[in-house]
């Protein structure tokens, strides 16, 4: 069964250094995702992307955030210079619908960052 | 501002009952609503998605209600077992297919 994949699965760095996160979605989905989760907290949605774009974006998704898909399989998220407090789980995740909001949204199985 | 809660927090029930969860929400301009499993530690497993115009959705001993209009949707696990035990969250859709998550019902099924 197709599944969204992220690498790495744990991530440690420095405060101030940048981190790239990454994420294959399935196949043929056409609408992308991040969310964290910091520890005890709810998911929160950072960014939704489709056709090359951003769609939405959080109050927490500022200047420091940005995601790309560089080619046709990888969608990625960067921290250009990471706080303590973006020490989370950062979950992609992917739909096919034709519309955004039709459809399931499937979770990869999160990268957790460690800012020290 | 959508706000989606749930309750009871946590739950533990014996292995055999019937577990019955509860989301709810503040806006009802929803266009979906997703149940979620999570392990600890781990990602987020979609169990069942509803849309705004339906009343119900099946799967296997899941079965999740949606009443749009007071709010409110329960999740219906039957017959529970020890494998069930996780973290249950609900998530509704805006337009634009944004989720919003609850925080999440805590489950403990003992054997």
């Known amino acids: 069964e197709p599944e969204v994949t992220q690498t790495p699965s744990h991530q440690v760095t420095q405060m101030g250094q940048e981190v790239i996160l990454r994420c294959v979605p399935i196949?043929?989905?056409?609408?992308f995702y991040w969310y964290r989760q910091i520890l005890g907290q709810k998911v929160e949605f950072l960014v939704s992307f489709y056709n090359n774009e951003i769609s939405e974006k959080s109050e927490i998704f500022d200047d420091q955030f940005s995601v790309e898909r560089p080619d046709g399989s990888n969608f990625t998220l960067k921290i250009r210079s990471t706080k303590l407090e973006d020490s989370a789980m950062y979950f992609c995740?992917?739909?096919?619908?034709?519309?955004?909001?039709?459809?399931?949204?499937?979770f990869g199985p999160g990268t957790r960052l460690t800012v020290l | 501002k959508q706000e989606v809660t749930q309750i009871p927090a946590a739950l533990s029930v014996p292995e055999g009952e019937n577990l019955v969860l509860n989301c709810s929400f503040t806006?009802?301009?929803?266009?979906?609503l997703q149940w979620f499993r999570q392990d600890p530690g781990k990602g987020l497993t979609s169990l069942l998605l509803i849309q705004s115009s339906q009343r119900e959705q099946t799967s296997g001993r899941l079965n999740a209600s949606l009443d749009k209009s007071s709010g409110r949707s329960t999740l219906y696990i039957a017959a529970s077992q020890p494998g069930d035990s996780a973290t249950y969250l609900c998530?509704?859709?805006?337009?634009?297919?944004?989720?919003?998550f609850g925080a999440g019902t805590q489950v403990v099924v003992t054997p």
């Open positions: 196949s043929n989905h056409l609408y």
């Open positions: 995740a992917s739909s096919d619908s034709g519309e955004a909001a039709g459809d399931t949204q499937y």
């Open positions: 806006d009802s301009a929803i266009y979906n």
């Open positions: 998530a509704v859709t805006d337009s634009w297919g944004k989720l919003q």
